[in-house]
């Protein structure tokens, strides 16, 4: 009993070891099996050749109004699948989500509840009760059940400057 | 405002626009606010569940420079005389401080008369009437005081009118608002001017506002028409020796508005004698002493003081004489 109970023991030393680690360094460790990188662009209507075409950009120069493209791209960089990959984000206070898209559940009241956002209501205080408009977003959801190794892929949203 | 006071306003907006989503600027967001996005991750690995969070990417707002400029005159203003006061609004529809230089043009195409431009003021205690010795004249060069974003200013331009102009006449009179910082076509970038070293970027109104205040000139003029009635001792009306001629003056004000000053005068002929006691204005009777009524009269002539005259009011005062 009481040898299993050391070991029991000292596997609780080790694991919180780690959860110590973990925490004090989140960035650094090598044992995630997911990383995410975050990318920013602003998108600008140019005329090329007597055509207006949309075109990405590094933001210079932003203000009310310009429409950003935020992205963040996931990889599974381990050698075993991971599952329930949920990626939340929540949307800067300076903008508004510019559209809806089925590849994410949105979030009107500060990511308590996800849902889409045609089911989302919000209670207004001149108003009433009205349905959400995408301006009202303060977290955007996205949820994937598998990501097998070596997969990876960008998830996106578009936002309006406020 | 500082980068770090900026990143805790940004806190504090996301806290409040949980509980407010309409409380967005109508401007939009505020110059030098830094928009900030991170995501994060949780998933099931062989190691249990794990959290990852993404890097966080950074944009500065820029400083937006946009300005409007409405008249708030309800109609055109009449002008008579010095001291005619326009009334406009200049607001700051950008999403920084920023200050204007405003230039008044009178000549704009179609006047029929151009005002002389006295001064630029502001409504410096906010009540929308031009008080002189309150509101602040605007010196040459000078520019309004910084207005925040959404901010209104009342602008009163103070003008005269020029010698000969007639009743009715119109004129406008041009302000034009434009962005200290600078203007442009919109999108113009201005490195680095914005608020907090934010580049600046000219906005849809190229950063410059203009709008016409409207004149109507409103002047007053005086007719004067004399006429004499002879009454003789003897029933008829000869002029002869001992007759009595009543005179009548009659002073109509035509056009539009007020005249000031109206004063009525006139001298006994020779060989006449003014009849004491006879002197009225609008049938009213005036003693001949020079005293609190509005009249005076003597051996030499009358005097009539009617004071202001009102466009379109007649004003007539009798007196007699009698033929030595």
Known sequence: MNKVANIFKGLFSVGSLCAAILIAAPAAHAQEAVALDG????????????????????????????????STAYRNTSTQPVDNFVV?????????????????????????????????????????????????????RWTLARIAPGEEGVLEYHAIVR | M??????????????????????????????????????SATYESGAGPQTVDSNTVTVTVDELL?????TQDAGAVPISGSGTVLTFEVTNTG????????????????????????????????????????????????????????????????VSPPAGITDGDTSQVNLLAEAT??????????????????????????????????????????????????????????????????????ATVQGSGTVSNLRITDVIPTGTTYSAGTLTLDAAGLSDADDADAGKASAAGIDVLVG???????????????ID
Request: aromatic share 6%; proline share 5%.
């Open chain 1, 39 to 70: 990318k920013v662009k602003v998108e600008r209507v140019e005329t090329v050749d007597g055509k207006e075409q949309t075109v990405f950009k590094e933001p210079t120069s932003v203000v009310p109004g310009d429409k950003l493209v935020f």
């Open chain 1, 88 to 140: 939340t984000n929540p949307l800067p206070g300076a903008v508004m989500l510019a559209e809806t898209d089925d590849s994410f559940e949105v979030s009107v009241d500060g990511g308590a509840t996800f849902g889409a956002l045609a089911d989302l209501t919000i209670t207004d205080a001149e108003a009433g009760q009205r349905a959400a408009k995408p301006a009202d977003v303060t977290h955007i």
């Open chain 2, 2 to 39: 500082t980068n770090a006071r900026t990143k805790l306003a940004l806190a504090t907006t996301t806290a409040i626009l949980f509980a407010m989503p309409h409380a967005a600027h109508a401007t939009g967001v505020t110059a030098g606010t830094l928009i900030e996005n991170t995501a």
């Open chain 2, 66 to 70: 946009d300005v409007a400029i409405a």
């Open chain 2, 95 to 158: 999403n920084g401080p920023e200050a204007f230089d405003l230039t008044a043009d009178p000549a704009v195409t179609g006047n029929d008369f151009d005002a002389t431009i006295d001064a630029i003021a502001i409504d410096t205690n906010g009540n929308g009437t031009y008080d002189p010795g309150v509101d602040t004249i605007l010196g040459a060069g000078d520019s309004t005081p910084v207005l925040d974003p959404d901010e209104a200013l009342t602008v009163f331009v103070i």
């Open chain 2, 181 to 250: 910082t600078g203007t442009g076509t919109p999108g113009t970038v201005f490195t680095g001017a914005g608020e907090s070293g934010v580049d600046a970027v000219v906005g849809s109104s190229s950063a410059d506002a203009d709008t016409n205040g409207s004149l109507l000139a409103s002047l007053a003029t005086v007719a004067l028409v004399k006429s004499a009635v002879i009454a003789d001792p003897f029933g008829g009306s000869e002029a002869v020796p001992g007759a009595v001629v009543t005179y009548t003056l009659v």
């Open chain 2, 308 to 322: 202001t005259g009102t466009a379109g009011a007649d004003y007539t005062v009798t007196f007699d004489v009698t």
